[in-house]
């Protein structure tokens, strides 16, 4: 096996690739990169046997091979080559050799054939979409903050994909907190599919510059996320979502339309004092233009905040200042509306103009 | 079906690494055979496609070894939250096993009578004896035939759910069963204490130390908690030491040693340790075997080897939580009507229960111990031979070997001695210590503090 490539496009593909190629003991090749050359193609690979990281990487010439390398050893020594610089891999049996310019080295590989075999897609049965890459980031990042990492209730670390009146959303709840992002309107196809919280962030981190597009396609226990020259597959939670959408209150008595920023800012601020009570903070209308947030902590004293906006009804709701902040800190216009009807029911935020981010908290016990 | 799944298991183990073994075959279940077309389940759809490629002819001439008809395999994604219980038949054994639990339950109603406030439940035969505990209830059978003589005051400590109410209350009963006469007073320190305060609300005060005076023997439970109430005290010690001349058995339990209780007099903490203070330590894996057995046998449920073996390796805090984990367990089998190990096989029970202690470097304990005894680290772990550098430096040995359960060469070089006889030698000589020298033992417990804390 032997590759010729620059510098910076081999490191990309391996800080793509050797993130996941960790701490496996029970399989010590699951450390390594699989590094393949068929027919000019070349493929790096690596897997958690969660999920893989495949990067087809462009190089300028290559003699076909297989071999299997540490991957974070391998991803550092060439993070610190210089760069500009070409690069070649070479192997002989197991032993891989690195030379650039001045520089060289060889490391002990080992063979691929215990390299485990991938899943593949099923192109033909396969469900696929694709989405614009900004889009894609953004809408993963508003429900993400909603997964679980409770492994005793497996649906819930991941990220539901479903179809529904021909809308692909996608929805992530721990039981505490919900929120749900349409993706696609005007889907033919159907899908439902709980993608694992972690590989989605591997997906988030693999998104550079460069890609435009996001394709993903869903089998019946697969995923596999396409952006541009990598390809993310994963496993899907084998488990049944609870049907979140029952959790979405329809009609609320008390609405209001609020600064964004504004209300990160005196939840801050509340949140300081809320510490000791488990984040625990009181918003409150009063008629007929006061928001109030207030926190009270025994031992250091309370804090009283006033937003004005139109109030329409008073009332009162006690929730937790941490989870209001995650679900603002993901919101995107500057105004949105806040609604809630009493202590029991979940309080929905969404943003004013835009319908399709919906956001929902369960209330503390006053 | 599940047995010969077991025994193809037994056979691919043989075959490939134990690294691939366990990789690719451990959560791997036998669905079906039926009319040869053979059905497993794997984790994930990652090991669908590695399985057949890489192991089927493995699996293949396993399987029909034992005797399976094989026409097509099959794997399918099946993750634990997916298991369904099997049903099966309710045998005669099985509704021995439910009456058994329930007539358990009944008897764990307390049955604690008003005079001694004693619960009748616990028994010296059910306080199973391990080196865990064989010095504190050796001490404890001896109290039990002459109350009041040697082991006067009997200061028991040790961690929450190592069985100090347990052993305290079983003396309590078996002196009452020996001599029906006896007056006996079993009390936790908290009620103790709210009891005095009502006396003396009610002008009672002295009725109430007169109430004790009369007693033949005392036990007072959870004596940390003595804490900040210095009238409690005062009053705890003028009865401590009536009963004391008199000869009569007092019997004091506690989470640490008194010396170590922040607010506790004195006079107090040093006559509370007259006779010595005894230990309940961490039950050793073969002592928790032990424990659940004999659990096991009392609520008269079956439970196999391994599902023993299982929890003792799981549960590493304490009796009660091991306890605790014996019975859900068991409620459990009853009602999915699967047997305990099956259960643990499946999937369906998952313990994991560990001391929360915060794991530490060698390079801190060194640090700590060399503080603790206002030596620089340098000369600690030298060559000096003054006895108390020495010492400092065995006890830093000590401590290295048993909460950090490194190897003797491997604390030679963290403390800088020649070689792992000269540890060896240092550690057993700690031991050896440990048994008489109550300083040391304080010195130790407090070092640990520093070190977790």
Redesign the interface.
């Known amino acids: 096996m032997k590759i010729k490539v620059t510098q910076e496009k081999l490191n990309k593909a391996l800080s793509n690739v050797s993130r996941i190629a960790v701490g496996k003991v029970t399989l010590p090749i699951l450390n390594n990169v699989l590094i393949r050359v068929n027919k000019k193609k070349v493929s790096l690979i690596t897997t958690n046997l969660d999920m893989a990281v495949i990067d087809f990487l462009p190089v300028s010439s290559s003699e076909d091979g297989v071999v299997t390398v540490p991957a974070k050893l391998l991803a550092e020594f060439v993070s610190n080559l210089p760069k500009g610089e070409t690069i070649e891999i070479s192997s002989k049996d197991t032993k891989v050799t690195i030379k650039s310019g001045k520089y060289s080295s060889t490391i002990n590989g080992a063979l691929a054939d215990d390299f485990p075999e991938l899943p593949e897609i099923n192109e033909k049965e396969a469900v696929i979409y694709k989405i614009g890459v900004d889009e894609f980031k953004n809408s993963i990042g508003q429900v993400i903050v909603a997964t679980s990492n409770d492994l005793t209730r497996p649906a819930l670390t991941g990220v539901f994909f479903n179809t529904y009146n021909q809308t692909l959303a996608i929805a992530a709840t721990d039981g505490y907190r919900l929120a749900e992002k349409k993706l696609i309107d005007k889907v033919e196809s159907e899908v439902k599919a709980i993608v694992p919280a972690s590989s989605l962030q591997e997906v988030l981190r693999a998104i550079s510059d460069d890609i435009e597009e996001v394709e993903i396609s869903f089998n019946e226990d697969l995923v596999r996320f396409r952006l541009g020259e990598i390809e993310i597959i994963s496993k899907l939670i084998d488990a049944s979502y609870p049907d979140y959408k029952k959790l979405i209150p329809k009609d609320h008595k008390i609405k209001v339309t609020l600064d964004r920023e504004e209300l990160t800012r005196v939840t801050k601020l509340a949140a300081l004092f809320a510490r000791s009570v488990g984040g625990s903070i009181v918003c409150e209308t009063k008629e007929p233009d006061t928001f109030l947030v207030k926190s009270i902590a025994n031992e250091f004293g309370e804090n009283d905040s006033m937003i004005e906006t139109k109030v329409e009804k008073a009332g009162k709701v006690n929730l937790n200042s941490r989870f209001l902040l995650d679900a603002l800190n993901v919101m995107e216009e500057p105004q949105i509306t806040f609604e809630f009807s009493d202590h029991i029911a979940p309080i929905l935020l969404k943003n004013k103009k835009d319908n399709k981010y919906t956001h929902i908290i369960m209330p503390l016990n006053s | 079906m599940y047995d010969v799944w077991k025994n193809a298991l037994a056979e691919i183990e043989q075959k490939i690494s134990p690294?691939?073994f366990?990789?690719w075959f451990q959560d791997t279940s036998l669905i079906s055979t039926k009319n040869g077309n053979v059905r497993i389940g794997v984790k994930?759809?990652?090991?669908?496609?590695?399985l057949r490629?890489?192991y089927l002819d493995i699996i293949k001439t396993a399987l029909e070894n034992n005797n399976v008809v094989i026409n097509t395999i099959d794997f399918e994604?099946?993750?634990s939250?997916?298991v369904k219980p099997r049903s099966r038949e309710i045998t005669k054994t099985d509704i021995d096993l439910k009456s058994h639990v329930k007539n358990y339950a009944k008897t764990l109603k307390t049955e604690s009578s008003r005079q001694t406030g004693l619960n009748k439940k616990y028994t010296l035969d059910s306080f199973v004896v391990g080196s865990n505990n064989d010095l504190a209830v050796s001490v404890a059978k001896s109290i039990i035939d002459s109350p009041g003589s040697r082991y006067n005051p009997f200061f028991l400590y040790g961690g929450p759910g190592l069985g100090k109410t347990h052993l305290v209350q079983a003396i309590g009963n078996e002196l009452l069963r020996r001599n029906p006469n006896f007056k006996i007073f079993y009390t936790p320190i908290a009620h103790f204490y709210s009891d005095f305060i009502d006396a003396i609300q009610n002008g009672k005060g002295r009725e109430f130390s007169r109430k004790f005076e009369k007693l033949d023997c005392l036990i007072i439970d959870d004596f940390q908690f003595i804490v900040g109430k210095e009238k409690s005290q005062e009053e705890f010690f003028n009865i401590f030491n009536d009963l004391y001349q008199l000869n009569k058995q007092i019997i004091v339990t506690s989470d640490r040693l008194p010396s170590q209780i922040k607010t506790v007099d004195e006079r107090l903490a040093t006559r509370l340790t007259w006779a010595g203070a005894f230990d309940l330590q961490l039950p050793k894996f073969e002592d928790k075997c032990a424990i659940l057995k004999a659990k096991a046998e009392l609520m008269g449920a079956e439970i196999e080897d391994e599902a023993i073996e299982y929890l003792a390796e799981n549960v590493n805090t304490n009796i009660r939580d091991l306890e605790g984990e014996l019975s859900s367990l068991l409620v459990m089998s009853e009602v999915r009507g699967l047997t305990p190990l099956e259960l643990i096989e499946n999937g369906s029970i998952?313990v994991n229960k560990t001391s929360k202690l915060r794991p530490t470097s060698p390079k801190q304990v060194v640090e700590k111990v060399a503080k603790f005894y206002n030596l620089p680290v340098k000369e600690m772990c030298g060559k000096s031979r003054v006895a108390h550098i020495k010492n400092a430096r065995q006890v830093a040995m000590f401590l290295l070997s048993k909460e950090l359960s490194l190897s003797t060469n491997k604390i030679a070089s963290e403390v800088g001695v020649k070689d792992h006889t000269t540890v060896m030698h240092g550690i057993k000589k700690i031991e050896k210590d440990l048994k008489l020298n109550f300083t040391l033992r304080d010195e130790i417990e407090s070092i640990k503090e520093k070190i977790y804390g």
């Not at chain 2, 994930?44 to 590695?50: A, D, H, S, W």
């Open positions: 690294a691939n366990s990789t994930n759809t990652f090991f669908v496609k590695q490629n890489r994604v099946q993750t939250s997916k998952y």
